[in-house]
């Protein structure tokens, strides 16, 4: 068990060491300069020279390797700076956006599931059927429809025209159901579809034949059988898009005025504030990790004959 | 010797030993059946003597090599000179090949350096009909996929393609279970008649003591994960067998 | 907070108001926060402000002040103002607010230039390290916003002298503030004010569609028709002190002849991109400086269109051949940036390329992220749009400097010319008023002249409100003053 | 008369597998199927639940007791699977889903057939393991844990739990070796006689045809070619296929192909 | 059941129909505009800005006068080139590393893993401002960016299946034949998990054309005036509420690209799917 321990932690270091130094030779390979930023050209005198003083003393200039240095050593006191354009730690900023987020994710997760589980089974189980067809135009028009159009057309419904929803700001619950509903109907196309793709493979397998000859009722098939047996490609994709659910959100964070950490990691970047991209890419390195190695573990929970031989491998 | 194996132990994490110092050999064009109690771990021997299992002691020696220690590159041209056919038909094909893709498989790696003396390749469908020919199929399957074959039928497409390369060794891992008698008599004769002309040795797997008798020279009983009685064929129904033996043939 | 007005109304009907402004801000800082968000919601106030109708200085939170050297300047406070939290705002409390924006931004050290301060009662002693004449006109900034530092939060709650006290602040999102009793100048009317952000102008009509706010700032200018069709609705526009441009790289071959640069000039329609672009909501720009400002030159009339065009192009020494606008056998083309950021930029864009396609000119445009970045480091352009602040503080000195001056930062053509150098050299040495108006004058008629660059429009502030409910809403050109102490309900 | 078979034909889009096929299985009979490999046995026996898959069509009328199992609906079909008509099937590994354990699987198929008392499940579990030779800790372990015959030895515990009318047994002991199959199949007869149940009985092995069938037929390219008892098929057989294949099997002990030479009263 | 299947024939019989009708209305658009019309799709005419529907504009003009119809038509061929070409690469890197992370587990799955682990940390604006800036804008770059961006996807798609799968007998067999690595993934566990990635992959097909011109809206996306869908429809939004069916018709078209790429996904899943089985 230690030894487990010992070695996942080794394992996040080094990922955390890699994606760090990826990312910050990343954004300063960018062209771009936060000293714009820092002093205001658009709307205060500035002189080249002040502009020089001001990289030579923030360290830009520096070797690349050098300012990483000063970084890494900064983190492991646990100290990710402060923001170029705010002054604010960037640790606040990051639990200030969190909350927004976080919700955000939930929302439209649950929309999503709400969306994708009964869509995609239905067509899988009733494959060609009308059900299907209609559901797979469905998805398809979420794919194809840009969410801020899907947004604003929500607004325009449930705001202006019904006047049932307040359609901005972060304000309790009901204020998070329009972008949740949004951002869970341009998610759940993909899951519609993949979920009736590996209901269909399950259902293949010779196993539900047997379940079947034991008179087991078709919804227990479903639930207790072909279900699980569809999950991990779904939980792949899963896994693989948290990083877009938290990152990719700018669209709707903008739109609904609900601010989490899309809309400030794309300021950011905008606005080259190396610090807060720098966090950024730290706490979503660790989320990507988390999920993902959850996304692995759930693989062994799927398929017992896989857990079997992985667990001999490492003896 | 061809295989050479020596006090061989092993066991599932966790488990009870599966095996425990199993020894014996085969000698090349030999039979050997290998018979005993359902889950005595006849098809757990059977994947080690393929290196599909770690074994934790003992050795196993594939023409005077050592192949539990061997890196992977080097097995590889061992591995030409062994087929396995399972006995789980359904489980050994692809499901998403065509049988005539699976057949094809041991023998398209070789390409030109498969010396085969039994078959001929003429050309690729001629091949695969020989080979399905040869165990009494049909040539039409060779374009099906292997759910729409019948148990029996993907049996024989996994015996085919295992002696479509002609390998030194196969061990048979109850290869005619689910054959009608008269498909198995004719399997059954087509592998001995295949082992005597090109000096071919079988590990053969089975619970049916007579096809054992008719297919092998020797018999090895297992009990447990142990080999608990070798003899003769000749010597089956001598007295001094071990008391398993005398209950397996009582039955008959 | 909206519910504590309510409560505090009492027997009234609840006196509020819902602002929604387009830009969002995760801070509060008067002092660091670009966004200006404190200033424009009441909360703080600077110690001069922009004065909107004669476009000058004029007092605020001080009273009067004199510099004459330029450099050791008094400022003169009001003796009447109280911080929110009832501390005074005294000499000591100025100071301690100047010096902490100093510290905390290294922009505004830049700009104000203070060696050091003084406190004396109500009475300030300013020096700044160089002669600097524009140094008055600096504080209208609202980073330079007063606030009392000894207080904890600044950046979620800062303390100021406004209307308005922040009640609460949801980053990113929204701002309530509720009324200053003792405010010095005569409390608000209102009891509160909501001032949210949205950064999408579609969904800021349609907040105001929906009568979920009664003022929005900016909303999209396509769908004016129909905010005005719900009849309720006043839109109003005003325009500022913002110039959407076309920079000429003077570096490269074809641009430093002055014919081709005028020929450029000539080339665009201002009153049509003014008009079928920006929807009337823009003036066609004569040069950098909003006319109505007092060294706005006044200029004469110069040929421009297609055949004007044609005519520099000629004097420059190209014909027409085939339809291509040609010199020594080779095409007349430009590289054209443009950048998202502002939408009209890639429009102008455009229909300047189609209207040099019919003359042969061959513009490639290429849209790019950061235009200071890009500019500043890649040479291999031609012509940029650009949109520049041009007097933001009533003075012309922050973009004479910036744009023309061989140090500025935003010198993107290249201009080195001495003569212009000099005149700006002397304007950064000039403290009369009058005498300075005469030099950025100056300094404007020579850009005009050289066609340095081409000056398209100056783009309007366009706000939405809700006429059956707000009363007194002014919308200012300098874009710094919003909730204001006068703004009520009817 | 538990099951009659009238005139199946099981077809593909282009040929015919099953052609046109009638037997019927008495009460309480041990019914064997014999025949060669891939002439369509196992298609026939699906016909019956009603498991063969859409893309084959088929025809005729299949008989279950009073009732016509093909004009069930599928609740209705899904009501006799498993109570009234059982399977066991030659592909152990697909008999168990993968992901659940043994223990599982026995409890599921309780709780629907309505034995909920977790108690009571755990027993009968215990006891229908032992009864097939498994012992009761498998219970905890996933299918790709057992070896192929402990595997099938749990289907066929499995499929005799709730003592059905007629099982149907499609080659259940070819994963077997011969001391379990023979355990096996002697816990079914036991198991026969105690619940008079009728057996469809698929097999190759003529030992086993020749020790529990009562009668039998004989089925090759889709047709059945000879059906009749036991004594009149092995011992009188009359088609030519029939005759080879009992030529074919290797038998140890001699005497009549039947077997019934050992048994009283039999003149012929 | 047998209801089920006639109804597929019926409702297949009734595709078709559409189908051939809605590419006859297509053929006909197409020689109207390019034959008939012949308008510059880059002319700006602010005279006819925000024209309705003519004869001579059979979909009006958009905010700078240009014709919608020919700028529609021209933007196909970058729009689906761009699109397919993206994705075409995310599979080609995917793919393989899916099929090798999965196959041979242990420190290879988990370095490569970890690599896309990275990869999805990392906003894909970053991705694709900093390719911008090395390589200059333009959207063979934000392709580039695409790419990167998206190979995880199916990295990860790819070895979730291949995990399960490689475990059978049938791979042991192949692996015993002596078959190389590269071909056991190739051809045994390719057509595996090829169902699921086309399912994906004609999905995202829609997705990326939106991820295009959501960095038109930062300035990384075609260059204007190329009429790309996704530009088009970045730059028609102002007129979201105004003229609505200025914005439908890029967005119709990408419904209409991503239909059309469903159904080719559907058609070779189908093919790969042996079985074709599922329907209760
Ligand atoms: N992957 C595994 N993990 C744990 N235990 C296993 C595994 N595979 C097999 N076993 C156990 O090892 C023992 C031997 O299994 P093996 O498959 O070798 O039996 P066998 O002799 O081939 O039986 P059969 O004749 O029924 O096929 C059995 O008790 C089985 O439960
Ligand atoms: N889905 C299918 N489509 C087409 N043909 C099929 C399909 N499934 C099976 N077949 C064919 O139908 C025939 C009968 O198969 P079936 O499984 O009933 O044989 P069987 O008598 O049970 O043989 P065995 O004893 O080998 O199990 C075989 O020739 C097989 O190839
Ligand atoms: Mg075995
Ligand atoms: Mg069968
Ligand atoms: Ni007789």
């Known amino acids: 068990m230690l030894r ?16 760090t130094f990826i990312g910050f030779a990343f954004v300063r390979m960018a062209p771009g300069d936060p000293a714009l930023t820092i002093l205001n050209v658009d709307e205060l005198s500035v002189s080249q020279e002040q502009i020089e003083t001001l990289r030579e003393d923030m360290g830009f200039n520096d070797p690349l390797l050098v300012q990483y240095g000063r970084w890494l050593l900064d983190f492991v006191q646990l100290d990710f700076g402060e923001s170029y354009v705010t002054g604010q730690e960037v640790t606040d900023m990051m639990l200030a956006g969190l909350p927004a987020t976080l919700e955000l994710g939930a929302g439209s997760l649950i929309v999503m599931i709400l969306i994708a589980l009964p869509l995609g089974s239905l067509s899988a189980l009733y494959r060609n059927s009308w059900i299907d067809q209609v559901s797979r135009s469905l998805s398809i028009i979420g794919a194809a429809v840009p969410s801020f159009l899907l947004g604003l057309l929500l607004i325009d419904l449930f705001g202006v025209r019904l006047q049932w929803l307040p359609t901005m700001g972060r304000d309790g619950f009901l204020h998070l159901l329009l972008p949740s509903l949004t951002l869970g109907l341009a998610i759940s ?11 269909l493979d399950a259902y293949s397998q010779e196993f539900i034949q047997s379940s079947r000859a034991r008179g087991i009722p078709e919804s227990r098939i479903f639930f207790r059988h072909a279900f699980r047996y569809s999950l991990p490609p779904v939980i792949t994709v899963f896994g693989v898009s948290i990083g877009s659910l938290i990152g990719g959100v700018l669209v709707i964070e903008v739109l609904f005025a609900y601010p989490g950490l899309g809309k400030m990691v794309v300021d950011a970047i905008k606005q080259r504030d190396y610090p807060f991209i720098q966090g950024y890419i730290l706490l979503m390195g660790l989320v990507v990790f988390l999920v993902n190695t959850c996304v692995d573990l759930s693989y062994r929970f799927f398929h017992p004959e896989v857990r079997q031989q992985e667990k001999e491998n490492v003896e | 010797m061809l295989v050479d194996v020596q006090n061989v132990t092993k066991s599932y994490r966790g488990k009870d030993k599966v095996l425990r110092d199993v020894s014996f050999g085969l000698n090349k064009g030999e039979c050997l059946g290998l018979v005993g109690e359902s889950g005595c771990g006849k098809s757990t021997l059977a994947r080690c003597l393929m290196r599909m299992e770690t074994i934790e002691k003992g050795s196993i020696l594939f023409n005077g090599e050592a192949i539990e220690k061997l890196p992977e590159r080097k097995l590889r041209s061992i591995r030409k000179n062994m087929q396995i056919v399972f006995q789980n038909p359904t489980a050994s094909l692809n499901p998403k090949l065509k049988i005539k893709d699976s057949l094809m498989d041991a023998y398209d790696q070789l390409k030109g350096e498969a010396d085969l003396t039994y078959f001929q390749y003429t050309s690729r469908e001629g091949f695969v009909k020989q080979l399905l020919e040869a165990v009494e199929l049909p040539g039409d399957l060779a374009n099906r996929y292997p759910h729409e074959l019948s148990g029996g039928q993907r049996q024989r497409v996994t015996i085919a393609r295992a002696i479509s390369i002609e390998p030194e060794l196969i061990v048979l891992d109850e290869p005619t279970a689910s054959l009608d008698v008269l498909s198995q008599g004719v399997v059954l004769q087509l592998l001995t008649d295949l082992r005597k002309r090109l000096n071919l040795s079988y590990l053969f797997i089975s619970h049916d003591l007579a096809a054992v008798q008719q297919m092998s020279q020797r018999t090895m009983v297992m009990k447990d994960g142990s080999v608990v009685d070798v003899f003769d064929q000749e010597h089956l129904f001598s007295k001094d067998r071990h008391p398993y033996t005398k209950e397996l043939i009582s039955i008959f | 907070s909206s519910d504590d007005a309510n409560e505090a109304g009492g027997e009234n009907e609840d006196k509020h108001l819902h602002f929604l402004y387009n830009f969002a801000t995760n801070s509060l800082d008067p002092n660091v926060d670009s966004s200006y968000v404190p200033i424009r919601a009441g909360v703080t106030e600077t110690l001069v402000r922009l004065d909107e109708e004669n476009l000058t200085i004029s007092p605020w939170l001080a009273e009067s002040w004199e510099g004459d050297d330029g450099k050791n300047w008094t400022l003169h406070l009001r003796e009447d103002v109280t911080f929110h939290n009832g501390n005074p705002m005294d000499a000591e409390a100025v100071k301690a607010s100047l010096e902490r924006t100093i510290e905390e931004s290294s922009a505004m050290k830049n700009a104000l230039k203070i060696e050091s301060i003084e406190a ?11 002669p600097f004449p524009e140094f008055v006109s600096e504080l209208v900034n609202p980073n330079v916003s007063i606030i009392d530092v000894t207080e904890e939060d600044i950046i979620n709650h800062p303390v100021g002298t406004g209307p308005f006290e922040v009640a609460s602040f949801s980053p990113g999102s929204k701002l309530e503030v509720t009324r200053y009793d003792d405010y010095w100048d005569g409390a ?44 309720n609705i006043t839109v109003e526009s005003t325009a500022t002190f913002r110039v959407h441009q076309m920079t000429m790289n003077m570096e490269r071959e074809s641009l430093k002849d002055v014919n081709v640069r005028r020929a450029v000039d000539a080339l665009i ?38 055949d004007a065009a044609k005519e520099y192009l000629e004097e420059a020494g190209y014909t027409m051949e085939d339809g291509v606008m040609q010199k020594d056998g080779e095409q007349l083309s430009f590289t054209l940036l443009t950048y998202p950021a502002r939408a009209d930029l890639p429009l102008i864009a455009q229909v300047f390329q189609s209207d040099a396609e019919q003359l042969g000119i061959d513009v490639e445009i290429r849209q790019i992220d950061i235009p200071e970045e890009y500019m500043a480091s890649n040479r291999d352009w031609d012509i940029a749009t650009y949109s520049n602040l041009t007097a933001p503080r009533g003075d012309a000195g922050y973009y004479l400097n910036a744009t023309y001056h061989p140090t500025g930062a935003l010198n993107f053509s290249g201009a080195e010319v001495p003569e212009l150098t000099a005149i700006i050299d ?22 005009d002249e050289n066609a340095i660059n081409s000056f398209v429009l100056h783009p309007s502030t366009i706000v939405a409100y809700n006429d059956e409910k707000v009363k007194n809403w002014v919308t200012t050109k300098s874009e710094y003053y919003m909730i204001t102490n006068e703004l009520d309900v009817k | 008369m538990i099951l009659s078979i009238e005139n199946v034909s099981v077809k593909t889009k282009t040929h015919t597998i099953v052609d046109n096929v009638s037997l019927s299985i008495q009460k309480g009979e041990w019914f064997a199927l014999v025949g060669q490999s891939g002439s369509g046995k196992s298609m026939l026996s699906q016909a019956i639940g009603q498991l063969l898959p859409t893309s084959l069509q088929v025809e005729g009328e299949i008989l279950l007791g009073d009732t016509s199992l093909t004009s069930l609906d599928k609740r209705e079909i899904r009501k006799i699977r498993g109570k009234r008509v059982t399977y066991i099937f030659q592909d152990y590994a697909g008999s168990f ?28 579990i215990a006891e229908a393991l032992e009864s097939v030779g498994l012992p009761a800790d498998l219970a905890g372990r996933y299918p790709s844990q057992l070896s192929g015959g402990q595997l099938q030895r749990a289907s066929i515990a499995l499929a005799l739990l709730f003592s059905p009318e007629l099982v149907i047994a499609d080659e259940m002991t070819t994963a077997l070796d011969s001391v379990s199959g023979h355990r096996i199949l002697e816990l079914l007869r036991k198991k026969q006689e105690e619940t008079n149940c009728a057996i469809l009985f698929i097999t190759h092995d003529w030992r086993h045809v020749r020790k529990y069938a009562n009668r039998l037929a004989v089925m090759k390219e889709g047709k059945i070619v000879e059906t009749g008892g036991k004594h009149r098929i092995l011992d009188h057989p009359q088609h030519a296929y029939t005759r080879a294949l009992i030529e074919a099997a290797p038998l140890l002990k001699k005497g009549l192909p039947s077997g019934l030479d050992q048994e009283e009263g039999h003149l012929c | 059941m047998r209801g089920i299947t006639n109804n597929t024939v019926q409702l297949s019989k009734w595709k078709k129909g559409t189908f051939i009708v809605g590419v006859i209305i297509l053929l006909l658009s197409l020689l109207y505009t390019f034959l008939y019309l012949r308008h510059d799709p880059n002319f700006v005419d602010m005279g006819n800005r925000l024209a309705g529907s003519s004869l001579t504009h059979p979909l009006g003009t958009d905010h700078l006068g240009r014709d919608m119809l020919t700028r529609l038509w021209m933007g196909t061929q970058y729009t689906i080139g761009f699109s397919s070409l993206a994705l075409f690469a995310a599979l080609l890197i995917g793919i393989p590393i899916g099929l090798i992370s999965g196959y041979f587990k242990g420190i290879t799955d988990r370095v490569f893993m970890r690599i896309a682990d990275a990869f999805l940390a990392f906003p894909d604006t970053i991705v694709a401002i900093v390719l911008a800036g090395l390589l200059g804008p333009g959207i063979g770059n934000l392709v580039l960016a695409i790419t990167l961006v998206k190979w995880v996807n199916y990295a990860r798609l790819v070895r979730s299946t291949v995990l399960a799968e490689s475990e059978k007998e049938y791979i042991w067999i192949a692996k015993l034949n002596g078959l190389p690595a590269r071909k056991i993934m190739s051809k045994h566990l390719f057509p595996h998990v090829i169902g699921h990635v086309l399912v994906m992959a004609s999905l995202d097909f829609g997705k990326v054309i939106l991820l295009i011109s959501a960095f038109s809206y930062i300035g990384l996306g075609a260059q204007p005036p190329t009429p790309e869908w996704g530009a088009m429809l970045n730059e028609l939004r102002p007129f979201f509420s105004s003229m609505p069916q200025l914005m439908l018709y890029p967005g119709f078209a990408i419904v209409l690209v991503v239909l059309f790429t469903n159904l080719l996904g559907d058609y070779l899943r189908d093919r790969f799917d042996v079985k074709k089985e599922g329907s209760v």
Do not use: C, W
């Open chain 1, 4 to 19: 487990i321990i010992v070695r996942k932690f080794l394992e996040v270091s080094f990922f955390i060491l890699f994606i």
């Open chain 1, 189 to 199: 196309s993909v899951y519609v579809r993949l979920l009736r793709s590996s209901l």
């Open chain 3, 120 to 130: 004396d009662g109500y009475t300030l002693h300013i020096t700044t390290t160089e």
């Open chain 3, 188 to 231: 608000s009317p209102l009891d509160g004010v909501t001032f949210s952000f949205n950064e999408d102008a579609n969904a800021r009509t349609m907040a105001l569609l929906s009568d979920q706010v009664d003022i929005v700032y900016r909303p999209e200018v396509e769908s004016l028709g129909e905010l005005e069709a719900k009849g």
């Open chain 3, 269 to 306: 329609d201002k009153q049509e991109i003014v008009d079928s672009i920006l929807l009337g909501h823009a003036e066609p720009a004569k040069g950098p400086f909003l006319p109505s400002l007092p060294f706005a030159p006044s200029y004469g009339d110069k040929p421009s269109g297609p």
């Open chain 3, 426 to 447: 002397e304007l950064n040495q000039t403290v009369d008023q009058e005498k300075r108006n005469e030099l950025a004058e100056q300094a404007a008629d020579y850009v």
């Open chain 4, 97 to 124: 889903t993968p992901f659940r354990t043994i223990g599982q699987h026995f409890k599921e198929f309780m709780q629907v057939q309505g034995i909920s008392s977790v108690g009571e499940q755990k027993d009968r």
